[in-house]
């Protein structure tokens, strides 16, 4: 006796704005077909202001899921339900798991970078410089620390937002943070040797754009981390290459992130490969 047949899809998406340039839904669409998932993965263009109205139509609907991304990282708490530990730590929200009748906020964006920056230098014992202190760089800063990093330096041009995430580091943690004013043409600190651009600087389509740092002060860095992932090879990842560093794109961080998320979803622990070449692809 065969299963009955089901017509009723398990629905996953992002809200985001800009949202046109995610290129999230090929590569999560790509894992959920390689395992032979009944579901979907539905990219929104989500305005700051309608954000609380598309957290109530996705719990309405029994989504069973969906990501965050700019700039609803932390505006999307006050409509969720409760907060996974690591989330509560950062204060961002980039992955939203339908527990029930609950909705929890997660947080896979962290983890997601280490991962992926393991695969090029060892977070622990490093001296981590992170430009930004939003949803994606309280990440970092958090997960960094908790990797075993001996201090991370927060440069950020609001001060207040920059010297909150210091502290949050420092408090909760244990590992050494301070806060730096980011000013024109910054100059990396010595001894320097992971740096991390956590901004939106050289997104698609303004893919020129970079980072106002002293170019050339990237010289005596190890490691330039992007989390841009659209286009993966940022100019800033070409400067810091032109200039002898290990640079790290932001493709690593999406898929660790996107599979994490996939996971909490469905259950399934995606096939990361198959999700990397999906952007690779779409990359050429």
Request: aromatic letters at 6%; proline letters at 5%.
């Amino acid at each position: 006796m065969t299963a009955p047949r089901t017509f009723l899809s398990t629905l996953t998406g992002s809200f985001a704005t800009p949202a046109a340039e995610n290129p999230t839904v090929a590569m999560v669409e790509a894992a959920y077909r390689h395992h032979g998932l009944d579901a979907r993965y539905i990219n929104c263009e989500i305005a700051p202001g309608a954000l609380g109205d598309a957290v109530r139509g996705a719990r309405a609907m029994g989504w069973a899921g969906f990501n965050c991304s700019l700039p609803h990282k932390t505006a999307v708490i006050e409509y969720l339900d409760v907060l996974a530990p690591s989330a509560e730590i950062i204060g961002a929200v980039n992955c939203v798991v339908r527990d029930g009748g609950r909705l929890v906020g997660e947080n896979t964006d962290g983890r997601g970078f280490v991962e992926s920056l393991r695969t090029a230098a060892d977070p622990a014992g490093a001296r981590i410089v992170l430009f930004g202190a939003g949803g994606a760089a309280r990440a970092i800063a958090v997960e960094s620390a908790l990797a075993g990093a001996a201090s991370v330096t927060v440069v950020n041009r609001d001060q207040s937002r920059g010297r909150a995430l210091a502290d949050l580091v420092s408090i909760r943690t244990g590992a050494r943070s301070e806060f730096v004013p980011w000013t024109p043409r910054f100059r990396m600190p010595a001894g320097t040797e992971i740096a991390v651009n956590a901004t939106s600087a050289g997104l698609f389509p303004a893919v020129g754009d970079v980072i106002d740092v002293d170019l050339d002060s990237l010289a005596s860095v190890h490691l330039v981390a992007d989390v841009i992932p659209n286009p993966p090879r940022t100019r800033l990842l070409t400067e810091a290459a032109a200039r002898g560093c290990l640079t790290l794109d932001g493709l690593g961080m999406l898929v660790n992130q996107g599979a994490v998320a996939m996971r909490l979803w469905t259950g399934v622990d995606p096939d990361r490969d198959v999700m990397r070449a999906t952007l690779a692809e779409i990359f050429g």
